[in-house]
C-alpha cells in the first residue's frame, strides 16, 4: 500500500493534490457535522455574528482560498512540503466555499432548503473530478497524445482533432441535460459518445429545440427518465440528506415571516416588561415620599381637568349661539305660526316656572288594635 502510494502519488508529483483531496473532504464533513449541531440548538456551538450580522463560513473560506493560493504561487519549485501545506490550506477554503455555493448562486440563505442541494452537488462534482486526477486520467486526452515532438510548444495535428471532438461531444451531452456524464466524459472520452447518441432528457435545451411532445424520441425521453433517472435521483438525494441533512420541508418565504413575527413578538414583550419595571420603580420611589412621579401625575390631572372645563365652555357657548340664531330666525320669520311661537316664548321669558302647592298635612288613622 506504501509502495503504491509513493509510485502513483509521490513520485507522480501529484502529492499537493491529494493534500488538497483530503483537506477539502475533512473539511467538508466537519463543516456538515458542525452546521447540524448547530441547527440542533446543542448549547455549546453558535453561530459566527458581529453584532447583528450573521457571518457565513464562505467568508472564512475566500480567506483561506487567498491565502492558500498566493502561497502556492509565491513558494519556488521544489519544496514540496510548502505546496503541500498550501495546497491543504486552499483545499479547507475550497470545501467552505463549495459547501455554501448555493447561497451565492441565489444570493440568498437557501442553506437548509431544497435549492441548497446544489452545494452538495457542486461538492460531490469537485471530489470526483479531483479523484479522476489523483487517478491518473487528464481531461481531454491522455497525456502521451499531446504535443508534437518535432515542433515543441506546437499541438499534433490529430492531438487537435481529437480535443475539438472531445469539445464537440461534451457541449452536445451537457446540452442533453447529461450533467455528470458530460464532467466524467472529459477524463472518460467514450462517455461523451454514449452521452451524445442517447435521447435528451425531458426539459433540457436539446429536448426543447429538437423534440415534439408528440414524437416517439420525447416519449422514450420520459420513459427513461421514470424508470432509470427517478430512482437514481432519490439515491442521491438519500445519500445527499445523510451527508449533509434533510431540508426544510417550509419554504423560505414563510419562514423569514415567521422569524419576522417571533422578532416583533419578542420586541413587544421587551417593551412590555420595560414598561413594568418602570412603572414598578415609580411605584417604590412614590411610596417613599412625593417625588417627581408624583408632580408629573398631579400635573396630567390638573391638565385633564382644564381640558374638560375648556370642552364644557366651548359646548355651552355653542348652546347659546344656536339658541340665539334660533330665536333671531323666528323673530324675522312672517305668518301667525310664528307670532304664536314669539307669544308663548316671550310668555316663558316673563313668567317663572310656578312653585309646587304645599299639601295639607293629613291625619294619620289609627290602626286596627291599636290604642286611639
Known amino acids: 500500500m ?14 499537493p493534490l491529494f493534500g488538497f483531496f483530503v483537506a477539502f473532504m475533512v473539511t467538508f464533513v466537519l463543516t456538515r457535522v458542525n452546521v447540524r449541531l448547530i441547527r440542533s440548538n446543542v448549547r455549546w456551538l453558535r453561530n459566527v455574528t458581529a453584532g447583528d450580522v450573521h457571518i457565513h463560513h464562505v467568508v472564512f473560506g475566500v480567506v483561506l482560498m487567498l491565502i492558500g493560493g498566493v502561497a502556492s504561487l509565491a513558494i519556488p519549485d521544489g519544496h514540496v512540503r510548502y505546496s503541500l501545506a498550501a495546497a491543504v490550506v486552499f483545499g479547507m ?21 431544497e435549492k441548497g442541494r446544489t452545494s452538495v452537488d457542486a461538492v460531490f462534482v469537485a ?14 486526452g491522455y497525456e502521451n497524445f499531446g504535443l508534437d515532438s518535432g515542433s515543441p510548444g506546437s499541438l ?45 432528457r425531458p426539459g433540457s435545451p436539446w429536448s426543447r429545440w429538437r423534440y415534439d411532445e ?48 417571533a422578532e416583533r413578538a419578542r420586541r413587544r414583550r421587551l417593551a412590555r416588561a420595560q414598561r413594568r419595571a418602570a412603572a414598578r420603580a415609580m411605584r417604590r420611589q412614590n411610596a417613599r415620599g412625593p417625588g417627581a412621579w408624583a408632580q408629573r401625575r398631579a400635573e396630567r390631572k390638573a391638565e385633564r381637568r382644564a381640558e374638560r372645563r375648556a370642552e364644557r365652555a366651548v ?7 344656536v339658541a340665539r340664531a334660533r330665536r333671531a330666525a323666528l ?42
Open 156 to 200: 499534433s495535428p490529430l492531438y487537435a482533432a481529437f480535443l475539438v471532438v472531445n469539445l464537440v461531444l461534451a457541449v452536445i451531452t451537457l446540452l442533453k441535460g447529461k450533467i455528470w456524464t458530460g464532467l466524467i466524459g472529459l477524463f472518460v472520452p467514450a462517455l461523451l459518445i454514449i452521452g451524445a447518441i442517447r435521447v435528451a
Open 93 to 113: 477554503g475550497s470545501a467552505l466555499v463549495l459547501d455554501e455555493f448555493a447561497l451565492i448562486l441565489h444570493l440568498s440563505d437557501v442553506y437548509w432548503t
Open 127 to 140: 471530489i470526483a473530478v479531483t479523484g479522476l486526477l489523483l487517478l491518473g486520467l487528464h481531461p481531454l
Open 315 to 321: 359646548r355651552r357657548a355653542e348652546r347659546r349661539a
Open 214 to 261: 408528440t414524437s416517439r424520441r420525447y416519449q422514450r425521453a420520459v420513459r427513461r427518465e421514470l424508470t432509470y433517472r427517478r430512482p437514481l435521483i432519490r439515491a442521491k438525494i438519500w445519500v445527499q440528506e445523510f451527508i449533509a441533512g434533510r431540508h426544510d420541508l417550509i419554504p423560505p418565504e414563510l419562514m423569514q415571516r415567521r422569524a419576522e413575527a
Open 2 to 15: 506504501i509502495e503504491m502510494f509513493d509510485e502513483r502519488i509521490v513520485d507522480a508529483g501529484r502529492l
Open 331 to 372: 323673530a324675522r320669520a312672517p305668518g301667525p305660526t310664528a307670532a304664536r311661537m314669539r307669544a308663548r316664548t316671550a310668555t316663558r321669558r316673563r313668567t317663572p316656572y310656578p312653585e309646587p302647592e304645599e299639601e295639607p298635612p293629613t291625619e294619620e288613622k289609627p290602626r286596627a288594635g291599636t290604642p286611639g
